[in-house]
């Protein structure tokens, strides 16, 4: 582990710019992140393909309906132009109904956003756009899950 940062977020800030313009002040690589708080209505959400098994992926969203309660759990790791990128899925809720999503389209905070930033040092993780799917997918070097790669 590296630093660890604790986040508080305003009303109106917009995930994911806010914490990938942190992480690109801090200068950190990568790290691991946990969101709570509310979120504005109108914050669209990525909510799966259209089709899981066509390509190129075709993501379906939705908007949130009203000011809703989130939480969060992401990573940031850097692009291949050295760019911190989160990816963030978060669940939303307000009264009985939940949505849960990928926030890389855009969601606003609502009063009160809390996050917790765990840098990883020396992962030797970065992500790398593949053009099948037009993801930039995880790519980890000298990983003990892929000891092949070390």
């Known amino acids: 582990?590296?630093?660890?940062?604790?986040?508080?977020l305003h009303d109106g800030d917009h995930l994911p710019d806010v914490l990938e313009e942190f992480a690109e002040q801090q200068k950190?690589?990568?790290a691991f992140c946990l969101l709570v708080g509310g979120i504005?209505?109108?914050?669209?959400v990525v909510v799966g393909p259209k089709d899981g098994?066509?390509?190129p992926v075709e993501p379906m969203?939705?908007?949130l309906s009203g000011v809703s309660e989130v939480a969060g759990v992401g990573t940031i790791f850097?692009?291949?132009?050295?760019?911190?990128?989160l990816h963030m899925h978060a669940s939303f809720g307000r009264g009985e109904k939940v949505v849960t999503g990928c926030v890389r389209l855009g969601v606003?905070?609502?009063?009160?956003g809390e996050v917790i930033v765990i840098e990883l040092a020396d992962s030797g993780a970065r992500r790398v756009l593949e053009k099948g799917t037009g993801f930039e997918l995880l790519e980890v070097?000298?990983?003990?899950?892929h000891p092949e790669t070390s």
């Open 1 to 8: 582990m590296g630093r660890i940062f604790i986040i508080r």
């Open 28 to 30: 950190i690589a990568s």
């Open 40 to 44: 504005k209505e109108q914050g669209r």
């Open 53 to 55: 098994y066509v390509l």
């Open 61 to 63: 969203s939705t908007l």
């Open 78 to 85: 850097q692009n291949e132009e050295g760019k911190p990128k």
């Open 108 to 112: 606003d905070v609502w009063k009160i």
């Open 141 to 145: 070097q000298g990983s003990a899950s």
